[in-house]
């Protein structure tokens, strides 16, 4: 089944991506705030999600549905797919191609509470990523690997595996930082306190696209607080089934608390890092 639901991902994940490449061509508008005023949703976000959503429920009606811009439903399948339609939205309002589709599908915990987000307990089965400005695609399926296609070239999809046992000092480390004014101050004394730790820090400004770069050799390791369900429901299965232990604090799942995602062993030693810096302290 996950092999089956990867393949309805990436068909929809396509799909959606033409529409928003289409609509970045035509221009884009803000249609709303989010966090805070520089938070932004746009038209384009909008209907991307609603063209995916319209997908997935023509294709599988009994699904739940998770996403940024709508209401979420529950379905009576047990599973459901948690959408960003577009993850990296100020890169996509700036024309910066760093952006992406993630489109993911778990199987709920159903003794699960009410209210919870679906990612911290669910299993998650499949899952794409597709960023149209570059044409790459990244997917993955519980059990089956993760995988890159490359859509401008010609070639069977490459198997991913995260880079093999990087020390802590010579780790390069993705991360992200919230719209929120108060939160971003605590972000920076964190980074501060790790820069000097590590080989150097990059921020993409997507987290689904910054976990398929842990995946596939492009960061070694990638940490985030404040990200949504959304933002990472994806990028997580592709960056576990390519070796990345993904987690949160002291073993928790990971969830808006805080994501890491890494080599098992470099985790380890990243999250006692973060851990020093006051990470779990921290706004």
Not at 191 to 197: D, I, K, M, Q, T
Not at 235 to 250: F, K, M, R
Request: proline share 4%; hydrophobic share 45%; with cysteine.
């Amino acid at each position: 089944m996950s092999v089956a639901l990867m393949e309805t991902a990436r068909r929809i994940a396509l799909e959606a991506g033409a529409l928003a490449a289409d609509r970045r061509r035509e221009g884009v508008s803000v249609a709303a705030s989010k966090s805070s005023d520089v938070d932004v949703v746009t038209a384009a976000d909008r209907e991307t999600e609603a063209l995916i959503r319209a997908l997935i429920a023509a294709e599988r009606p009994h699904d739940g549905f998770y996403g940024e811009e709508s209401d979420a439903t529950t379905g009576s399948s047990g599973l459901v797919w948690v959408v960003d339609p577009i993850d990296g939205t100020v890169n996509y309002l700036y024309g910066n191609p760093t952006w992406a589709v993630s489109i993911a599908v778990g199987e709920l915990d159903p003794d699960a509470a009410a209210g919870h987000e679906p990612t911290a307990t669910w299993r998650a089965l499949a899952g794409a990523v597709y960023a149209p400005s570059v044409r790459e695609l990244y997917t993955a399926s519980a059990g089956g690997g993760a995988w890159l296609e490359l859509l401008d070239r010609e070639g069977v999809p490459e198997r991913l595996q995260v880079n093999a046992d990087p020390t802590l000092a010579h780790a390069l480390v993705g991360t992200g930082f919230s719209y929120i004014a108060e939160r971003r101050a605590a972000q920076g004394a964190v980074l501060g306190a790790l820069l000097p730790r590590v080989r150097d820090i990059r921020r993409g400004g997507s987290a689904a696209l910054d976990l398929c770069a842990v995946a596939s050799g492009r960061l070694d390791a990638y940490y985030e607080r404040h990200i949504n369900p959304w933002d990472h429901a994806a990028g997580a299965l592709i960056a576990g089934e390519a070796g990345a232990h993904v987690a949160g604090l002291h073993g928790a799942p990971a969830t808006a608390e805080l994501l890491i995602a890494a080599e098992p062993g470099l985790f380890a030693a990243l999250h006692a890092a973060l851990v020093e810096a006051g990470i779990g302290t921290s706004a």
